[in-house]
């Protein structure tokens, strides 16, 4: 918690040096979220599953520059809307786990 705070914390002091704060709109940092994403599907885009885990590299290096764009624009978000994260994710994962239920989708990726 305290890492996720003092890049919070980061990410302020960075967009403010810049004097950028007019440009983080929630509209503005989800649609450079959804770049990076992008950005990080373009190096698997002609991979096969196999390849896709076994990466050269000079292949996982430009993977974890994406991960970290998508993971700063996404933090960045979630300060900017005033999102914890973490209570976040934990309600969405007990949603899909009502959602869900294992003795129906045990195995099967199909969503029904």
Do not use: C
Not at 6 to 25: I, P, S, V
Request: avoid cysteine; hydrophobic fraction near 40%.
């Amino acid at each position: 918690m305290e890492k996720l705070e003092a890049l919070k914390q980061r990410l302020r002091q960075f967009t403010a040096e810049r004097d950028w704060q007019r440009y983080h709109t929630p509209k503005n940092v989800s649609t450079a979220l959804i770049v990076e994403a992008a950005e990080l599907v373009e190096n698997f885009q002609w991979l096969t599953p196999e390849e896709s885990m076994h990466l050269t590299p000079e292949q996982h290096w430009a993977v974890e520059e994406e991960v970290a764009d998508v993971f700063i624009y996404l933090v960045r978000l979630s300060d900017i809307l005033e999102i914890d994260l973490f209570d976040a994710a934990d309600r969405k994962i007990d949603r899909n786990a009502e959602k869900y239920p294992v003795e129906k989708v045990r195995g099967n990726f199909i969503k029904r």
